[in-house]
């Protein structure tokens, strides 16, 4: 979850128009490329300024351009100007805090998703902010940091080519999408097999580790919960909204963008129920476990108890105990422990205590 | 639940189009028969390749095509190609981990479910996909095992054919849906039956085994619900699809299989509050254990400490112990240790401790 | 709940126009009884096949005939044939496990919804399907067993014999719908009433007992739930409905209807609540009550425990022990001791543990 | 909640015509006053038959009855013939258990709510039943027994008459349903402040005093939310109601109506779940607090077992024990002992233990 | 939460339209500052009667009126009488208690939602109510207490004077609004901070001061969903509204309000969620913790229970006891508890108890 601040006292109050970037990484350079689909040889070609932009926009079929990196704030102000995207959205696209949503333009739609990625050499989920801008002729993608995550369709585009340029920029953004909910459901599906990891190590009696791992993965299923409902939501209104910029007989495809991000929903709901399940069975077993601790002593105590006391009691230093000098006072005494002991015994086992 | 991977990493950004198999199985042949309605004498024959469907199709009756087996994906090429069936939806076919879903297309409406069998002899639950494509003149289903399941059916498809031909494709996949949701209720029905034996066995004082199968069971109810749920979704929406696949004469029988998948969701939710209550029991019926365990201890400790500290008094060496002396002091210990005794059990007796 | 299995393998895959019976009861002889209404004398007549309903059926006004008894399948036959009602109908009359539902045909509406009786002379709760049959110009209901439930209503329809024509079939059937509902609220109330009764014991202190009552009600009020909850469905449908099998001007008492399966529902919630609560309350004076014990316990044994560590040293048997040939060691020892346990108990005072 | 059963077996079947009181208290007489609004005077006047009010009817103004009492059956037979109210609709006024709900008749509305009042000399909170019938220019209440909860409204009525005449009865029923409502919120506040003292107390350390007062605050909301929440279905249907009974111009106030309403449940919900969280608090303060009682049970214990079985083995009689001879075996002891004590203090200490 | 009462018992039964302050703050004088927004100036300007706006008013531009303080009821007789305020509308903005909601009128929009401000040097959250009166050239604000929370708009309107008149005064209420809902944002992330404290504590063990401190951030949490949830709906219906007095141009504005506050709502789930789960990772690490008392107390007493004995059984004075006078006596006991100890440590080494 968040680890910038939400809000930051200095940015309440900034007009929706103010564009400026809340995030931090400021470092690198910012990396644009153009994929222009109607090419022969539909290539990736990086540019470095807006205008280089300028030949690709006459081009009847559709190009995608993609930004790595939202701190630029002079550069996303010629994107506004040049491409007439409202200054609103580029200010949603530079606040890397801002929640998944939908909203729709005078001459395109927006749409904002976090992309979720598992390294597996750093064993780690990445997180980033996947901004949509869908216009007529063109589609603009906004990350913060560089990835690979969209090389299969990009390797996809290529090879089909004409079939992207026939269904259009809108497409397009289902592949992207389809793509980064893909991504959901596989991340959602590496942590199912480490609960089914947990289940199976429960049977053979939990202990401390287990506790640990299941509270880890609860607060990950809570992570991605919090990111994984409201996209939903976007996809909910994306596939009923009735606009221009998607074209109905590509409906069939964002359709099915829906049935995948609720089988996502549906994981993650049948997740915390396996994981609160088995937070139920760790707590039986740890108040199983405590009865039959507490059973032992009681057994070993009330048998014990009573026996120290008998012994203690010809301990004493009295001048006068009549028993102490019976012949055979030393084996009465042992025979009375072990009758007691005995009884003792004969009754738990009845009480089925062990 | 799923143990295949849900999605592998391989399979990320694949073109909905594509016609591949994602599933595990692959060293069987897929099996083909064809069920022909209007033939007379109403026989399931076994077809090999595509081509030999061509007979049947110009027949003005509909036909029954079946098929287990989902690996060849050259057949499946063959069937959209011939049969106009969508890539997208084939592509859906070939997916074992695919959600219960259903999808209008223009030739045709596409019924995705799980059903499940319970084998007696080998007392388990399998699951499978079962994928239903009804168009005018033909119903195609789809399974990647083979099974008895729809025997019935056949059965009765052969001793009704004129009822079966007059009412068409659709109420052919109405009653194999019908088949799928009764053995829903029946492995529920199961599972309700084991339930009241743990609530039996409750009665008598629940011990780990209970608890064990508790746990099992609510596993189970989580897997089928993440199964059965969902297909509730489909049989709703194919209720009040409006669709020229399915005559409006017939929509009653679409209506029935509504109200019996809400059988087996109500069943379902009803179970798992049966078995919620039976934790809760075994919970309660530990918490009072341990309290019993507790209060033995404690009321032997309580009655024996003070009793062993009077005897450990006499048992001390000093030179100058003016009581051990006492002509009668060893029996006025005795007294003064059973007036203690006495007066604790007094007590104990008093505040109900047993 | 059904202790007659839901779905028998068997039953699997039966065509919806079967006219089976699924149920157990085949002894006694299916009672047939006609009301009919339009008579001066309305009175209760016996019949013993459905060819003795013809002259009541050419009545202007409408009948109730009644049915105890399900398992007659040639009988459901004739009534199939003679009275216009389809088969898919009669077959879920005949079904025991069928869930309360509502549905409408060509010539009338069904309805079937669960009747509990409560037996004094037997202290136990029946459960039996309803099942209605509204045509235009007549009311038939079927029940498995015969009952003295609707007594009152006949007696009221002897009384206002004309009220009840001049309303129609429709206001007898709202009539048998709200005793059924009544019945319900009875029962519930019934259950109130020892929800009360163990709330008051509560107060003195729960012991197992009350464990054992607060289960076995939270269990009946499951069962209830399962049959009341569904009926409220009906009831709502029933409601909404536009037929014209239901006089318009008669809609106000299924308004009613609804009201009162509404406060059934709410009292089945709001018993639930109370029942957890109580639940609850158990639970914490149960740890409570374990705190008090452990306390106890704990008292005791750290105030005697270093007393007799200190008379377990004076009870060696060193040869030189310098405390021992003091004139007042055994005094001084008793002053230490008592000093011990005196802080010891100033300190759990301060504490607050008695 | 209800100590009269909710359903007497002898209602069951009564039509719902029936005019018959179903309460306990017939003592007292029924008490009539009319409030003629037009008059000059604005005055309440006892009338004692139906007949009285005559006069009053023709009045182009509205006059308001209010009736206490319901066990008339006479009286209520009255008024439904000379009122043409319909007897359903009285039947339910002589219902005290009753659920609130709204209806609609031919000439006028029927709203029924609970009044709560809290009497501050019997720190208690009365239930009783509001009826409102109203009509075009007449608006009748009842209630079972006398109270003044009205009396501000009344006292309003004199001073702002000519506002009242403006408006209409409708006007009239929005400041009677508002005052009830202001009680809801009124009483929710006084819960809302014990609620605050309890937290107050927690903070102290919770003792079973505070744990018997959340259980009954949880009792007083739950019964309360009994009332109210059916309370605010009536008024949002009456706010959404599309009736001649209404003036549009008087819709506002139903809308605050409705406000209010919403207030009196979200308080609710909040207070539920404040004392959920108290709850809470004390089960984890009692489990802190075992866990406490057993360290030190545990502390103790564990020192000094061991020291007291060493001093055991120097009390031993044997005719051989070489340590007993040394010269400074005693100190020896001691000093193993101290040792002992030490290490097990310093093992302690280092797990936080105390 | 409210800490003055709810509803004073005096003011039950207060015609709506009664201008009286319901709450604490009298001493303050009522402050009144204009905002000219035609003004080539755009400044401030203190004012002290409602004539004082007399020369404004007919502006063809708009202006903002802020009034800090409820209290001075003849100023607001005089409000609803200039300025064409309906006085049900004062009268709510004069109740401190008033629950969020939104209202229209006949010339105007009047919404009431809480604004929270987070004062560092106090380290406290101030909750106040904000009442906004959009009318077509006008907009006012009432706050009980002065804040500069709107001070980023203030400099805002001075800066960018042309595009706020453009807009129009529906424009300020939205950035006003978004103003109060950035607030909301930036305390819940103040809220989640220290939940994510807490969080990193619990690793290394949680104790008391844990507890309390989760506690103490659910009781604020709980305190905020209940001013934060009705926002919520006023800003849903502000979004919903179709009114005049909201340019449908500005209506992406509200949308985005509806973003934002949806964003502080389920934020407000999410710390929940994490709170609860925090919680129940304290009770398991109790629940384990006791369990690990117990089994260290357990070890060691029935490890020493039987050794104890045994030197008891040695320590006793009988005459004839003859191991005592066994050469190795001594010795052979020694042995002899040393195997029983070793064997008692092996079987918990097995049984894993440490």
């Known amino acids: 979850m968040p680890h910038t601040p939400l809000k930051r006292k200095e940015d309440i109050g900034l007009s929706p128009y103010e564009l400026k970037f809340r995030g931090r990484h400021r470092s690198r350079e910012v990396q644009m490329t153009v994929f222009d689909v109607s090419a022969d040889d539909a290539q990736e070609v990086a540019i470095r300024t807006v205008e280089e932009l300028q030949p690709y926009k006459d081009s009847d079929k559709f190009i995608w351009l993609n930004i790595d990196g939202l701190h630029n704030e002079a550069l996303m102000g010629e994107l506004a100007e040049n491409l007439h995207i409202p200054a609103e959205i580029l200010s949603d696209v530079m606040e890397p805090a801002t929640r998944p949503h939908m909203e729709e333009f005078d001459e395109g739609l927006f749409v904002s998703v976090k992309m ?5 050499n750093m064993h780690q989920i990445s997180i980033d902010n996947l901004s949509i801008v869908l216009m007529n002729n063109m589609l603009i993608t906004f990350q913060e940091e560089p990835s690979d995550m969209f090389h299969p369709v990009k390797e996809r585009l290529k090879k089909h080519r004409m079939r992207f340029m026939a269904r259009g920029a809108d497409y397009l953004a289902f592949a992207l999408l389809d793509v980064v909910i893909d991504h959901y459901i596989f991340i959602l599906g590496m942590i199912g097999e480490k609960i089914e990891e947990v289940e199976n190590k429960m049977v053979l009696g939990p202990d401390r580790e287990t506790l640990k791992v299941i509270n880890l993965l609860k607060h990950e299923l809570s992570d991605l919960g919090h990111h994984i409902k409201p996209a939903r939501e976007v996809i909910m209104s994306l596939e009923k909204l009735d606009t221009d910029f998607i074209n109905p007989e590509n409906d069939k495809y964002f359709k099915e963008l829906h049935d995948n991000i609720n089988q996502a929903v549906e994981l993650l709901d049948y997740y915390r129920e396996l994981l609160y399940d088995e937070l139920n069975i760790y707590h039986s077993s740890m ?16 048998i014990f108890i009573p026996l120290t006391f008998i ?22 005494v042992w025979g009375v422990m072990l009758l007691i002991a005995a009884g003792m015994l004969w009754y738990f086992k009845r009480k089925k205590w062990f």
Chains 1, 2, 3, 4, 5 share one sequence.
């Open 116 to 120: 979720m990625q598992f390294h597996e």
């Open 287 to 302: 108040s199983t476990r405590l009865n039959d601790i507490m059973a032992l002593l009681t057994v070993f105590s009330v």
């Open 311 to 332: 012994v203690g009691v010809y301990g004493m230093n009295f001048d006068y105990m009549p028993e102490l000098h019976l012949p055979n006072g030393y084996f009465i």
